[in-house]
């Protein structure tokens, strides 16, 4: 089961950044990355999603409630912000799936009986390990 969610574009907060590793001349000189801010608190979510989301245990939603996405992947700026976008998406979305409860059922009578067949087979073949009296 999944609570249904929508992000409105208006509650996002982009900021371009520089992006840190390799690339040269180029990654010195244009703000490519991307940081993603999302108020969880303050959004249009679900009140029930909004506190599944917050109590997840992830290192992206700071104390204050606010989810920070960096996105660096890609080189230009608005493959960047679609990227943070969809992970937003994943986040909030696993956030919204409730797992099914597991039902306990009781094992059948012939499963409890090759149960207990394979039990006396295998103590049967271990008995017959030991010394052999002469």
């Keep these: 089961m999944n609570i249904p969610f929508a992000i409105d574009p208006a509650e996002v907060e982009f900021s371009a950044i520089r992006a840190q590793g390799a690339g040269g001349q180029n990654v010195n000189k244009v703000s490519n990355a991307v940081h993603l801010r999302f108020d969880v608190r303050a959004s249009s979510l679900p009140d029930a999603l909004k506190q599944r989301l917050l109590a997840t245990r992830d290192q992206r939603i700071t104390d ?52 207990l067949e394979g039990k006396t087979l295998r103590s049967g073949i271990k008995a017959g390990r030991g010394k052999v009296q002469a």
């Excluded at 960096?70 to 919204?96: G, I, P």
């Design 64 to 115: 204050e409630g606010v989810v920070v996405i960096k996105a660096q992947q890609h080189r230009s700026l608005e493959k960047n912000r679609e990227d943070a976008m969809a992970r937003l998406h994943e986040l909030v979305a696993a956030a919204a799936h409730i797992p099914r409860v597991r039902k306990a059922t009781k094992p059948t009578r012939a499963s409890q009986r090759r149960r």
